[in-house]
């Protein structure tokens, strides 16, 4: 285990100094998008079992906004609201995700760029040195697909279930509408 780690901070190093930005997005992004991804989880778990929503959907009314009378107009204002409790930041936060799941590859292409011009300034003294310069080109490219791809695929499964969340809102919000005027 020491030498993979010995060996990947070596390699780490070789990217050039794109490389510490690349791992704090890389961080940033695979926090966020996993945090977003276990709460809309967890949200739709409760929205899909009738008796955890309801309980929950209670707590909600009974935090003082809504009288509970079941009424329709109250039921469409309770939602509402909760969709907005629900998904506080959760919008801005998807898109802050894809914005910057999209500016690790120019960070790696970057690196490119910088790595191809050491090699090409060093071509004149020598050939050894010419290595390197593409090796660090090579490493930060990689090092922003690897940043770049998973990040995209955790913002897009949030998303997804994000809109999965709204329509089991809507579900939910549709039957006890119906159920009122049964």
């Not at 990947?8 to 690349?22: H, K, Q, R, T």
């Not at 955890?52 to 509970?68: E, T």
């Not at 898109?95 to 590859?105: G, N, T």
Request: charged share 15%.
């Amino acid at each position: 285990m020491e030498k993979f780690f010995s060996l990947f901070f070596e390699i780490f190093e070789s990217g050039g100094i794109l490389m510490y930005p690349l791992a704090v997005l890389a961080v940033y992004l695979y926090f966020s998008g996993f945090k977003i991804c276990f709460r809309m989880r967890r949200l739709n778990r409760v929205c899909s079992n009738h008796d955890s929503f309801m309980r929950a959907y209670r707590a909600f009314l009974s935090d003082g906004f809504f009288d509970g009378n079941g009424a329709s107009g109250e039921i469409k204002s309770a939602f509402g609201r909760l969709r907005i409790e629900l998904l506080a930041g959760v919008e801005r936060r998807l898109l802050m995700l894809k914005i910057l799941s999209s500016v690790a590859p120019l960070i790696g292409l970057l690196g490119t760029v910088s790595g191809m011009m050491l090699s090409i300034a060093s071509a004149a003294y020598s050939f050894g040195d010419v290595a390197d310069g593409i090796s660090s080109a090579l490493i930060t490219t990689q090092a922003g697909l690897v940043a770049a791809i998973p990040a995209w695929i955790i913002t897009m499964i949030a998303s997804a279930q994000t809109q999965t969340l709204l329509i089991n809102l809507a579900k939910r919000e549709a039957w006890l509408i119906r159920g009122s005027f049964a």
